[in-house]
Antibody
Framework: QVQLVQSGAEVKKPGASVKVSCKASGYTFTSYYMHWVRQAPGQGLEWMGIINPSGGSTSYAQKFQGRVTMTRDTSTSTVYMELSSLRSEDTAVYYC??????????????????WGQGTLVTVSS | DIQMTQSPSSLSASVGDRVTITCRASQSISSYLNWYQQKPGKAPKLLIYAASSLQSGVPSRFSGSGSGTDFTLTISSLQPEDFATYYCQQSYSTPEITFGPGTKVDIK
C-alpha cells in the first residue's frame, strides 16, 4: 500500500538546522509531487513547499524562502526537508504529503493523500 | 494570496446529529476545494476532493458541496469516531496551497 514514513522526533537549539526525511513506498516515487506542511502546537496547517521528485525542482512558501531546502534521493525514494536558523516559533509537527492529481474532463484537480505520520521538531534552548 | 475562513471554529454536537461546516475563500476557487479530518496526534486524512467527490473508503455520511467562494461539509449523522477537527484546503493557486483555520467538532 502507499505509505510515507518520516524520521523521528528532533530537539534543536535556536539557530540550528533540522533535516526531516520522508520515505515513500508502494508507488512510483518520481510520478507524484511531494509537499511539506507543518502544524504548530494547537494550531492549524501551514503549507511550506513542494518538490518534484522526478527532476528535483522546488517551490517554497514565501514565509520560508531562504530558510528551507527540499531535496530528494531517487535511489531510496526519500524526500528531505531542511529548515535552518531555527527559532522557538518553528516548534511544530512537520508532515510530508503526496499530491494526487485527477483530471475531470479538461480540469485538473489535486489534493494530498496520503500523509506521513508527522515529525515533531522542538526548538528550545 | 487566497485566504480561507471556516465557521464555526468549534461546535458541540451529539451522536446522530446533522453537522454542517462552512468554508469560504477570499476569491473564487471554482471547485478546487478539499476537506480533511484530523484526530489528535494523527495526520490529516482526506475526506472530500474537488468540492464534492468522496474519497474512497470514506463513509457516505460525509458530503461536500459548493463552488466559487462558498463551500460546505456535511456529516448527515454524526458518529462517535467523527469527533475531530476538520480543515478545508484550496488548491486553486497550486502550488501555493492554503488551509482554513479548522473546525473542532466535540461531544455535547
Amino acid at each position: 500500500q502507499v505509505q510515507l514514513v518520516q524520521s523521528g522526533a528532533e530537539v534543536k537549539k535556536p539557530g540550528a538546522s533540522v533535516k526531516v526525511s520522508c520515505k515513500a513506498s508502494g508507488y512510483t516515487f518520481t510520478s507524484y509531487y511531494m509537499h511539506w506542511v507543518r502544524q504548530a502546537p494547537g494550531q492549524g496547517l501551514e503549507w511550506m513547499g513542494i518538490i518534484n521528485p522526478s527532476g528535483g525542482s522546488t517551490s517554497y512558501a514565501q514565509k520560508f524562502q531562504g530558510r528551507v531546502t527540499m531535496t530528494r534521493d531517487t535511489s531510496t525514494s526519500t524526500v528531505y526537508m531542511e529548515l535552518s536558523s531555527l527559532r522557538s516559533e518553528d516548534t511544530a509537527v512537520y508532515y510530508c504529503a503526496r499530491e494526487t492529481i485527477t483530471i475531470f474532463g479538461v480540469v485538473m484537480y489535486n489534493w494530498f493523500d496520503p500523509w506521513g505520520q508527522g515529525t515533531l521538531v522542538t526548538v528550545s534552548s | 494570496d487566497i485566504q480561507m475562513t471556516q465557521s464555526p471554529s468549534s461546535l458541540s454536537a451529539s451522536v446522530g446529529d446533522r453537522v454542517t461546516i462552512t468554508c469560504r475563500a477570499s476569491q473564487s476557487i471554482s471547485s478546487y476545494l478539499n476537506w480533511y479530518q484530523q484526530k489528535p496526534g494523527k495526520a490529516p486524512k482526506l475526506l472530500i476532493y474537488a468540492a464534492s467527490s468522496l474519497q474512497s473508503g470514506v463513509p457516505s455520511r460525509f458530503s461536500g458541496s459548493g463552488s466559487g467562494t462558498d463551500f460546505t461539509l456535511t456529516i448527515s449523522s454524526l458518529q462517535p469516531e467523527d469527533f475531530a477537527t476538520y480543515y478545508c484546503q484550496q488548491s486553486y493557486s497550486t502550488p501555493e496551497i492554503t488551509f482554513g483555520p479548522g473546525t473542532k467538532v466535540d461531544i455535547k
